[in-house]
């Protein structure tokens, strides 16, 4: 299977996704968007994924509106996509969901699935994974929420075939350590009320990895 992964800024990185990827032996290709790579053709893929990044999905950036537009050709062409973080409210927002402020989520915190999660998981999904979001999003029309948090409730959709992620199920200690490094100061006035020290001390757990590599 040939996968495109759109990565934002140089430290958030498919992590897991890499992995499972690599397991299974698929063909990979990452754009860089920090680069000024551009945007792959619908063609030259069978999966598409986009990872996250520190800017809004409002922003006006040319850039935002052309990848709103190719996962709007997507998903309409019922091709799988996911979208985390970022990823995912530019999914929401391809189809009408808004991008709100939401109680800052930066730490650990768990996630709690949907009865919608039936036709992806044989059972319901609770698992502690990595937030780093002051920003949420409104459900699309038609969109199924997946899964939500105590802070906020739209933690994940799926929207014909495609999903949308808020947290980061990707995490690695890699990764981790990468977003700690270049993105510290985002952990303060986090409502979760974790430090720096308390986020990189707790290891990702392999609860989350083995979701992605049941696929």
Known sequence: MKISIIQH??????????????????????????????LPRIQDFDLLIVLGGPMSADDDISWLFEERRLIKEVVDQNKPMLGICLGAQQLAKAYGGRIVATPKEVGWASVTSSAAIQPLFSEAVHCTALHWHGEGFTLPEGAQRLFTSDLWENQGFMLKNAIGLQFHLETTLETLQNIIKNDAAFVENSKLEQSVADILATTPSAINKKYYFRY
């Not at 897991?16 to 000024?36: P, T």
């Open 9 to 38: 800024v140089a430290f958030e990185k498919p992590g897991l996704i890499a992995e499972w990827a690599q397991f299974h032996q698929h063909d990979v290709n990452i754009i860089e968007i920090f680069k000024q790579q551009k």
